[in-house]
């Protein structure tokens, strides 16, 4: 990705978050401060966003700062894969989102699909574990860690959530207009890749 503006802000929030969190100096404690304003003030400037909504991204938050985590399901069947269309944007992504405090990663892939697509699933394989930084997503404040899990169908029906507009399946040649700050082209025909060679091993970025 080529959005130093991007990486350099993150960095600077990250450790102006560390510090606020383990200073106990009041000086120290200004200086991160500051370091969180500057931050903001990149943002600003090179996203077009206003300053509030950018502070209110960068400080709800405490404690040191991780990347966060984003899981996705993959469903397969007759050689088509699974994908919601997303209210947001009026585009289509693997139905899935932020894993919640309280559940495992399979259990929240699990409500994730339910949710959005209506499907009792069972999940079977953890397939990729990727950094949205090593793909082309559009840039996001955030960091983001995205976990691939394919999972099987065992139930439901397709019915549309809160979130979504629509629910079908896409062979690998005909893939929608995809919601890239959730999937991208690349990643998705990675995932094909393991419907046609079920011994592949998981990919980890």
């Known amino acids: 990705m080529s959005h130093k503006w991007l990486e350099w802000a ?10 606020l ?6 000086y120290d404690i200004e200086r991160f401060e500051e370091l969180r304003k500057i931050s903001a003030e990149i ?5 077009g966003l206003e300053m509030q909504k950018i502070k209110d991204l960068f400080t709800n938050e405490t404690g040191y700062q991780t990347p966060k985590l984003d899981v996705r399901g993959v469903v397969f069947k007759d050689d088509k894969i699974l ?16 894993c919640d405090i309280g559940l495992s990663p399979k259990e929240n892939i699990v409500k994730e699909i339910k949710e959005e697509s209506g499907y009792d699933v069972i999940p079977t394989k953890l397939l990729a574990l990727l950094d949205m930084n090593k793909h082309p997503h559009p840039p ?12 099987e169908i065992v139930g439901g029906y397709a019915t549309v959530g809160v979130e979504t507009k629509g629910i079908d399946f896409y062979f690998e040649d005909n893939l929608p ?8 082209e690349s990643q998705i025909k990675l995932l094909f890749d393991f419907l046609r060679n079920s011994d592949k091993e998981a990919i980890i970025d």
């Not at 993150?10 to 510090?19: C, D, F, N, P, V």
């Not at 969190?21 to 009041?26: A, E, G």
């Not at 943002?43 to 996203?47: A, G």
């Not at 994908?83 to 932020?98: A, C, N, Y």
Request: proline share 4%; with cysteine; glycine share 6%.
């Open 177 to 184: 207009n995809l919601s890239l700050n959730r999937n991208t």
């Open 21 to 26: 969190t383990f200073s106990k100096d009041v």
């Open 10 to 19: 993150k960095k600077i929030q990250s450790l102006s978050q560390a510090g």
């Open 43 to 47: 943002m600003e400037e090179y996203t």
């Open 140 to 151: 996001q404040p955030y960091h983001y860690y995205k976990l691939f899990i394919q999972c």
């Open 83 to 98: 994908m919601v269309r997303e209210k947001i944007d009026d585009r289509w992504s693997l139905p899935g989102g932020f």
